[in-house]
Nanobody, 118 residues
Framework: QLQLVESGGGLVQSGTSLRLSCVAS????????MGWYRQPPGKPREWVAT???????DYADSVKGRFTASRDNTKNMLYLQLNNLKPEDTAVYYC????????????WGQGTQVTVSS
């Protein structure tokens, strides 16, 4: 059973940066695509980025050019660099398997809160 713990969130001003981390345990994720997702207040969870086992990443249009996903397969860890943050990036951020049907995933961690003030 994959277990995930996200960290690195915080309260920041618009235009600044954060680096989120995700540590995975219980399963070896090195050969799997992994994803970052977020849930804005009062809205459903949405996809942010997917990173392949080789490190190639795809991004939602809303974050493209500002966010960068990376991974360290030796440590079973994922990272999400958030640059030029905007108030609309305010959300709880999660990592999980990289799946198109991510809404069906059940093993969500507690997430990490990112709040961006204008």
């Amino acid at each position: 059973q994959l277990q995930l713990v996200e960290s690195g969130g915080g309260l920041v001003q618009s235009g600044t940066s954060l680096r989120l981390s995700c540590v995975a345990s219980g399963r070896d994720i090195s050969n799997h695509a992994m994803g970052w997702y977020r849930q804005p207040p009062g809205k459903p969870r949405e996809w942010v980025a997917t990173i392949s086992s080789a490190g190639r990443a795809d991004y939602a249009d809303s974050v493209k050019g500002r966010f960068t996903a990376s991974r360290d397969n030796t440590k079973n860890m994922l990272y999400l660099q958030l640059n030029n943050l905007k108030p609309e990036d305010t959300a709880v951020y999660y990592c999980n398997w990289g799946r198109l049907d991510y809404t069906r995933l059940e093993n969500w961690g507690q997430g990490t809160q990112v709040t961006v003030s204008s």
